[in-house]
């Protein structure tokens, strides 16, 4: 269960390149519609290298809503125009799009969907992006 998560559930290269990231001075937020998220980042020890959190317990409307987003952007003080949502479900494609956001798709689900900006097979495709 969740209480049982650890750094071993993160998934190959994400850390590395929240480093990255980080290093490039690229803000990181987390929009999520899990009342859940903020209790996982902590267990997987994720929770320092995000600049903002947004999660169920913060919004009324969910995917494709674009509510989490536009309010992790604010979170974040960025507008949404330069922000790039990560996602892997189709609603989340759309509630960036809604949100006047680029997505990136991630899984074979999102990248199917042909609806994303980017698709990225590995996590680690994401430097490319931000390396343009």
């Not at 998934?11 to 590395?16: F, Q, T």
């Not at 922000?83 to 006047?100: F, K, P, Q, R, Y």
């Not at 074979?108 to 992006?129: C, G, M, P, Q, R």
Request: net charge negative; charged share 20%.
């Amino acid at each position: 269960m969740l209480s049982q998560m650890s750094p071993d559930d993160i998934l190959p290269g994400v850390k590395e390149v929240m480093e990255s990231l980080r290093c490039d001075g690229i803000k990181l937020g987390l929009g999520s519609s899990s009342k859940n998220a903020k209790y996982i980042l902590h267990q997987i020890q994720l929770d320092d290298y995000f600049d903002g959190v947004c999660d169920g317990n913060d919004i009324t409307h969910s995917k494709p809503n674009p509510e989490v987003f536009v309010k992790t952007a604010q979170l974040l003080q960025c507008e949404a125009s330069r922000c790039l949502v990560v996602e892997d479900a189709i609603a989340g494609i759309e509630a960036a799009h809604a949100g006047c956001m680029d997505c990136a798709a991630f899984g074979s689900i999102a990248i199917s969907s042909l609806k994303a900006e980017y698709n990225i097979h590995a996590f680690s495709d994401l430097l490319a992006v931000f390396h343009k």
